[in-house]
């Protein structure tokens, strides 16, 4: 009997700790699987986040490279417009190149024709009748200062020089009335001056009792017979337009000295 009490706590201390070597047991196996589920699940979301930020990334560099081609895309319209803007540019640079040259050769040929005409236009008012003497010579005298300047282009010379041959060839299909002080018998006479055209010159005094014209011949002014007062009157009312026109009797033409 004294065998069997040894035995006997040995198999109550078995089945005490026997329980909790198990369960201590559990634990290490649980964690060797637990712990490699966790770290496998650890690395499918790091995975699945990586995923995720490279398809971001991707997104973005799909479209800045989208932004990028469409950038490129106008970039070279631009550069094909601005090309062709500067063959336009060219060209007309060309053509007015031409155009200078073609003016610098035209102005060449034109200058002489001009300064003729200048000198055409004085002469013309010298050997005139003295109609409008100061206003013609200030005209022509504008011209020469005109024509003078090399900051006024060639065609503006041009014009100017047709009108005043234009304003001179009027005067020979036009009648004019004005006052004017001129010089007759060494006298200076404010008179009431006629212009028949390029014809005549006529003369009379404000109250209308005096009358004559200019001697071409002579290139003076010459008293005409008082029979001549009436007519040119009727003349000078006309030409103001204060009368309707009606046939004259007025000499004409170049008057020979005695």
Do not use: C
Not at 14 to 24: D, H, I, N, R
Not at 36 to 41: G, K, R, S
Not at 98 to 114: C, F, K, N, T, V
Not at 210 to 232: C, E, I, K, Q, Y
Request: overall charge positive; cysteine-free.
């Amino acid at each position: 009997m004294r065998l069997w009490k040894p035995i006997l706590p040995a198999l109550v201390l078995g089945s005490v700790l026997a329980p909790a070597l198990l369960w201590a047991a559990g634990d290490a196996v649980r964690e060797k699987i637990e712990k490699p589920v966790q770290q496998a699940i650890d690395t499918r979301q790091a995975t699945q986040q990586a995923e995720e930020a490279w398809r971001q990334e991707r997104d973005r560099r799909l479209a800045l490279l989208a932004s990028l081609e469409q950038a490129q895309a106008r970039l070279e319209q631009a550069q094909l417009r601005l090309r062709e803007d500067q063959a336009a540019r060219r060209q007309r640079i060309d053509a007015k190149a031409r155009q200078l040259a073609a003016s610098e050769e035209i102005a060449g040929q034109i200058a002489p024709y001009l300064e003729e005409a200048l000198d055409t236009l004085r002469a013309r008012i010298v050997a005139d009748q003295p109609f409008l003497t100061r206003e013609r010579r200030l005209r022509v005298d504008r011209l020469g200062s005109l024509l003078g300047d090399p900051g006024v282009t060639v065609s503006e010379k041009f014009r100017k020089t047709i009108e005043a041959l234009m304003v001179e060839a009027e005067y020979g299909r036009t009648i004019e009335v004005y006052q004017d002080t001129i010089t007759v018998a060494g006298q200076p006479l404010l008179a009431t001056i006629f212009r028949l055209g390029r014809i005549a010159l006529f003369y009379q005094t404000l109250d209308h009792r005096h009358s004559g014209m200019f001697d071409v011949a002579a290139r003076a002014w010459t008293p005409l017979p008082p029979s001549f007062d009436r007519a040119l009157q009727t003349a000078i009312d006309i030409a103001a337009k204060r009368q309707p026109v009606e046939l004259l009797n007025l000499p004409l033409g170049r008057m020979a000295t005695p």
